[in-house]
Nanobody, 115 residues
Framework: QVQLVESGGGLAQAGGSLRLSCTAS????????MGWYRQAPGKQRELVAT???????NYAESVKVRFTISTDNAKNTVHLQMNSLKPEDTAVYYC?????????WGQGTQVTVSI
C-alpha cells in the first residue's frame, strides 16, 4: 500500500504562482511513475504532469512552460511548481503514483485562480 499526502493548494490571482507537494509513504525511487492530475467541476480528470522512474517527463499541452514537475527522493516528495496561473487552472489537483503497476491517488487539494 502507498499513501500520498498533498499540500500547497489554495487561492491565487491570475498570473501568480503556487507550489504543490505530495509526500509518499514509501521510497519514491521504487515507483514506476508519479505525477499530478486535476479535475475541474463538471469535467473529467485530466493529466497535468507525470515523471517516470527513468526521469521521463510529460506535460499537458495547456500547462507546458508554465508548470514544472520535480522530485525530491530524499523526502519521498514530488512537487508541481505552477507559474503564470490562469483561471482555467482552477481544479482539484490529485497526486498520483504507480507502484508495482498498481495506481494510487492522494485525497486532492483545491487550487482556485481568481481573475
Amino acid at each position: 500500500q502507498v499513501q500520498l499526502v498533498e499540500s500547497g493548494g489554495g487561492l491565487a490571482q491570475a498570473g501568480g504562482s503556487l507550489r504543490l507537494s505530495c509526500t509518499a509513504s514509501r521510497n519514491i525511487f521504487r515507483f514506476n511513475s508519479m505525477g499530478w492530475y486535476r479535475q475541474a467541476p463538471g469535467k473529467q480528470r485530466e493529466l497535468v504532469a507525470t515523471i517516470t522512474s527513468g526521469g521521463g517527463i510529460n506535460y499537458a499541452e495547456s500547462v507546458k512552460v508554465r508548470f514544472t514537475i520535480s522530485t525530491d527522493n530524499a523526502k519521498n516528495t514530488v512537487h508541481l511548481q505552477m507559474n503564470s496561473l490562469k483561471p482555467e487552472d482552477t481544479a482539484v489537483y490529485y497526486c498520483y503514483a504507480r507502484y508495482f503497476w498498481n495506481d494510487y491517488w492522494g485525497q486532492g487539494t483545491q487550487v482556485t485562480v481568481s481573475i
